[in-house]
């Protein structure tokens, strides 16, 4: 039997809940397609591997779906201050909450447990169905049909289609939309560990001529390492023993930081930056990392894809009172204006730090050093700066002028 939905979101994970949150209450009928149910929450366990830095507009926009309450009572770390180093400098830039009356500049959660604060939101509705799992065993997009088969033998028809279903989109390949992308010549090793003693309230990035290094802070006495380095290298620190790792850690890692007792996990992520190359077709639009990954040295994956569930929504919510179709491309076509550059400003923003610091070349290193400098000592600069970590401030407002004179690679 064919079912009928006004939106079908293909994918549950932080950015596919949050669209279903926040058209909840709206009246559309909305299905949320998740392939993989996340684990439940268990407060005795260690944080996970994958945590992201959420931005205090990222938290706005979960407090107003109804998710914030519930990622706060399982768990969060808040930072107040972010300290940045130019290579074995120790007198880097100390960007902090308070110099512009903020209480803090995000909060470090696991990324399951947006997931699970955002699931968690939706069962306020009852126009939205949750199913989990299932996955899609056709797609069928074209001359104004949207059908999706399940292979649970479910069958829908929807008037509009969402892909949030992550860098590799099914819903992106299924409506032919073609990629950009650029692979950086750098892996992430990441590294959840135990730790003793130091600052919690603070994160930690250093820019090396290999790539920068971060170190997180997360509930309890644990925190969240960073290390951008060659794929060679990551590969061996895979293979690393857990005393081997912490050893490596310590003779590479600025000696501020807390001490480390022990690994959790690690894992390593190639680097892609991917951008669709239209968010929107008819009755199909995109969010998130489906249409999107950016290079994660400053933390904005998540955060620009919550900036799209904001704007989607809005065109959604502003299609429907003004009586206008949902899936009509002249209604999507508003969204993508609204994203598609911001998206592009901060990826080639992301590219000028990550290979504008990751050398050592003499006249960029000046460069580097004097930027950073003047971030430290100018008030109204400084402020900037950390209203944009907020997410208070947009790249495109800051650097499409300087665009033109920073080519894509
Ligand atoms: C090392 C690293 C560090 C990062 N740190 C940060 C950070 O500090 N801050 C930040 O903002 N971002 C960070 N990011 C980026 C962030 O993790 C991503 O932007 C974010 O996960 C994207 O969320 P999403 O919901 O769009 O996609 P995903 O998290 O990929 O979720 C997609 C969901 O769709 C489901 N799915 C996929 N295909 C199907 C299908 N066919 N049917 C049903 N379900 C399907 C998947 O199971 C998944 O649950 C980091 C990324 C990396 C690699």
């Not at 201050?81 to 960007?95: C, H, I, N, P, S």
Request: proline share 5%.
């Amino acid at each position: 039997m064919m079912e009928h939905v006004d939106i079908f979101i293909v994918g549950g994970g932080m950015v596919g809940t949050a669209i279903a949150a926040r058209l909840g209450g709206s009246g559309l009928r909305i299905a949320v397609l998740e392939q993989s149910a996340p684990a439940a929450f268990d407060p005795a366990s260690a944080p996970d591997l994958r945590v992201s830095a959420i931005s205090p507009a990222s938290i706005k926009l979960l407090q107003d779906i109804g998710a914030w309450q519930h990622i706060t009572a399982m768990r969060s770390a808040p930072y107040l201050r972010m300290q940045v180093w130019e290579q074995k400098r120790a007198d880097g830039t100390l960007f902090d909450a308070s110099e512009i009356g903020a209480a803090n500049l995000g909060h470090i959660v696991e990324n399951r447990i947006v997931q699970l604060g955002c699931t968690a939101a939706l069962a306020a509705h009852d126009n939205i169905e949750l199913i989990c799992p299932d996955e899609i065993s056709q797609l069928q997009i074209g001359d104004g049909i949207i059908q999706i088969t399940l292979q649970s033998g479910r069958c829908f028809t929807a008037r509009l289609l969402i892909g949030a279903d992550g860098a590799r989109s099914r819903v992106r390949e299924a409506a032919a939309i073609g990629l950009n992308s650029h692979e950086y010549p750098m892996h992430a090793f990441v590294a959840t560990v135990g730790i003793r003693g130091g600052e919690r309230d603070i994160t930690w990035q250093r820019f090396t001529p290999h790539g920068p290094q971060s170190l997180l802070p997360l509930p309890g006495d644990y925190a969240s390492l960073v290390w951008y380095q060659t794929a060679a290298k990551v590969r061996e620190l895979m293979q690393l023993d857990d005393n081997a790792l912490i050893t490596a850690f310590r003779a590479e890692f600025p000696d501020v930081l807390p001490d480390l007792s022990h690994i959790i996990s690690r894992g390593s992520f190639p680097l892609i930056r991917r951008h669709a190359q239209t968010y929107i077709r008819p009755g199909v639009a995109l969010a998130g990392d489906a249409a999107h990954t950016i290079h994660p040295l400053a933390g904005q994956g998540v955060n620009l894809g919550f900036q799209d569930v904001a704007a989607l929504c809005d065109v959604i919510l502003a299609a429907q009172q003004q009586g206008n179709e949902i899936g009509a491309l002249e209604v999507l076509q508003r969204y993508q204006q609204r994203r598609q550059l911001a998206n592009h400003a901060m990826q080639r923003l992301m590219d000028l730090f990550c290979y504008g610091f990751s050398n050592d070349i003499g006249p960029l290193r000046f460069a580097r050093n004097l930027g950073l400098k003047l971030a430290n000592r100018s008030g109204p600069l400084k402020k900037e700066v950390i209203r944009y970590a907020l997410g208070l401030q947009t790249p495109e407002q800051l650097f499409v002028p300087a665009l033109h004179l920073f080519p894509a690679r």
